[in-house]
């Protein structure tokens, strides 16, 4: 017997409850210097309750070749990826219009 999603009332290999929150939410994307004038990629605004944020984190440090974390509700990536990162989360289906760049 498959299971039942409690939110949206589909199967779980059909649930959709994932996509709508990727499609509902504001990011924020920004560039931050640390120690040394390193430059950081910040991606704040993912609501980690509904979407899997380290998951999102490994995604997109492998198709920017970059290293990175995933901590406390938000992603850091090393260096300046800011357009690309933009590029990147329309790919895994987040909207265009709820990313902004800082």
Not at 13 to 32: D, F, G, M, P, Y
Not at 57 to 85: F, M, P, S
Request: glycine share 8%; aromatic share 4%; hydrophobic share 35%.
């Amino acid at each position: 017997m498959t299971d039942i999603c409690n939110v949206c009332g589909l199967p779980k290999e059909l649930c959709v409850c994932e996509q709508i929150a990727r499609e509902s939410q504001t990011i924020t994307v920004k560039i931050v210097k640390k120690k040394f004038g390193k430059q950081y990629t910040v991606i704040e605004g993912i609501d980690t309750n509904e979407i899997d944020i380290k998951d999102v984190a490994k995604k997109l440090k492998n198709r920017l070749a970059c290293g990175g974390t995933a901590k406390d509700g938000y992603i850091e990536l090393q260096g300046n990826h800011l357009n690309k990162v933009q590029q990147g989360l329309i790919d895994l289906g987040f909207a265009p219009d709820t990313i902004q760049l800082r």
